[in-house]
T-cell receptor
Framework: EAGVVQSPRYKIIEKKQPVAFWCNPI?????LYWYLQNLGQGPELLIR????????DSQLPKDRFSAERLKGVDSTLKIQPAELGDSAVYLC???????????FGPGTRLLVL | RKEVEQDPGPFNVPEGATVAFNCTYS??????FFWYRQDCRKEPKLLMS???SGNEDGRFTAQLNRASQYISLLIRDSKLSDSATYLC??????????FGSGTRLQVQP
């Protein structure tokens, strides 16, 4: 079974530029999560989707971050414009309906210069 | 105060040693508890769930004390391959997970 797929794996951009990350969850997983992980810290939830509905986006900085999950499968997380402090690893995870175990993708390492 | 607190370590132990990690959590409404393992520059992976009755998986034993809001992980007979960061995770339900900052373990030959 394929795991959670994320792309790109690495991204270097200049501040004020836009950037987008893509995630393909495990087939059949209804719940999708985006996390941000800073160096030396645990992942922090940005947004959680149940199918195509964002059910928890309270930690998403909506002035510059946006996300979508069209058709309840793939998801895209966007930052516009990026700031220096956005440099981090962006992790996508998915879980099956009714199950708590989350499976993480390899993450996208973002460096904002 | 962080919702989940862990000693960041690093814990440097020789092969074969027994090592224990602890974490405390602040949300008394937390319902589910886990330990995740994260290798350097890799994604977190579920190590084990933690139950009030305690549970064991091979060399790993997890304990939960709800009254003290305290979770522990014991690793016996440490292997070089156990070197990683161990993340304490709690959930109030509704599938929201709150991660600690992790405890780094380095097992030395």
């Amino acid at each position: 079974e394929a795991g959670v797929v994320q792309s790109p794996r690495y991204k270097i951009i200049e501040k004020k530029q836009p950037v987008a990350f893509w995630c393909n969850p495990i087939s059949g997983h209804n719940t999708l999560y985006w996390y941000l992980q800073n160096l030396g810290q645990g992942p922090e939830l940005l947004i959680r989707y149940e199918n195509e509905e964002a059910v928890d986006d309270s930690q998403l900085p909506k002035d510059r971050f946006s996300a979508e999950r069209l058709k309840g499968v793939d998801s895209t997380l966007k930052i516009q414009p990026a700031e220096l402090g956005d440099s981090a690893v962006y992790l996508c995870a998915s879980s099956a309906s009714g199950r708590e175990t989350q499976y993480f993708g390899p993450g996208t390492r973002l460096l904002v210069l | 105060r962080k919702e989940v607190e862990q000693d960041p370590g690093p814990f440097n132990v020789p092969e074969g040693a027994t090592v224990a990690f602890n974490c405390t959590y602040s949300n008394s409404a937390s319902q589910s508890f886990f330990w995740y393992r994260q290798d350097c520059r890799k994604e977190p992976k579920l190590l084990m769930s933690v139950y009030s009755s305690g549970n064991e998986d091979g060399r790993f034993t997890a304990q939960l004390n709800r009254a003290s809001q305290y979770i522990s992980l014991l690793i016996r007979d440490s292997k070089l391959s156990d070197s990683a960061t161990y993340l304490c995770v709690v959930s109030p339900g509704r599938r929201a997970l709150t991660f600690g900052s992790g405890t780094r373990l380095q097992v030395q030959p």
